[in-house]
């Protein structure tokens, strides 16, 4: 199962074509080799291992990301 996660872009680097990602108050770069488009600051882009695999609108994005902090709240509760 491949779990990709919505990102949302915070920076470019056209040197090194990657972007800063920022995911649920974490920062991370990307690489944009997968990428076949362009990709712009404040888009938001699903992430995989590492690589930007496509772009998602921001209100999927929004509702995807709301998703999974209801997923990890439930799982801290289970765990308390």
Known sequence: ???????KVIA????HNTATLETMGVQREASLDLMQEEVFVGEYVLLHIGYIMSKIDEKSA???????????????????
């Open 1 to 7: 199962m491949c779990l990709a996660i919505p990102s």
């Open 12 to 15: 470019i680097n056209k040197e």
């Open 62 to 80: 929004l509702m995807s990301l709301e998703l999974y902090e209801q997923i990890i709240a439930s799982m801290e509760e289970e765990n308390a």
